[in-house]
């Protein structure tokens, strides 16, 4: 599935956002990347934790380091919200999760590992829920999942420890953080 995914096309997309055309997944990640659309979902419960996932072994970029909930970018014409949605189910079993898009990351990471590049024009997307979220997530997609307290999260990636998170989880993180005033 992780190969077939590479083959789905992207939406590349100018600095402001504006889309400029396609490509597929694997283009838009090897050599310097061409920036595309992608999405950064942030799950936070009752108390305040996010929802990190680590990445399976099987990913082409950054596999087995702790991110957001869920990832991925939606097809070319696709709406993000819609995309984010379907991308749960996929990869966590998730449904019933509404979506809000509160900001853009623009960034670039190289992955020393897989010589892949991250170059996205990252839409932020935040949902809560009331009590414990019942998933089931795909092995293919996720090695495991935590509810982690965003200040721990900020505090690791900062410290000696950083190299176990993916690079965009600190921007994606301080924009949903800031779109609920600091709180989940």
Known sequence: MTHE?????????????ASIGSSTVEVAHTGAGLLHRAFSVLIFDA?????LQRRSAAK???PLRWANAC????????????????RLAEELGVAGVDLADVGVLTYAASDPATARIEHEYDHVLVGHVRSGLATTPDPDEVASLAWV?????????TGPRSAEYAPWLPG???IALEASGGNS
Do not use: K, N
């Not at 995914?5 to 956002?17: I, K, T, Y």
């Not at 990832?71 to 379907?86: D, I, K, S």
């Open 60 to 62: 082409t970029r950054f």
């Open 71 to 86: 990832c991925g970018h939606p097809a070319p014409g696709e709406a993000v919200v819609e995309a984010a949605t379907r």
């Open 149 to 157: 307290a965003p200040s721990a999260v900020l505090g690791d990636i």
């Open 5 to 17: 995914r590479e083959q789905s096309l992207v939406e590349l997309v100018s600095p402001d956002g």
């Open 172 to 174: 994606v993180l301080r």
């Open 47 to 51: 108390q305040g934790r996010t929802l």
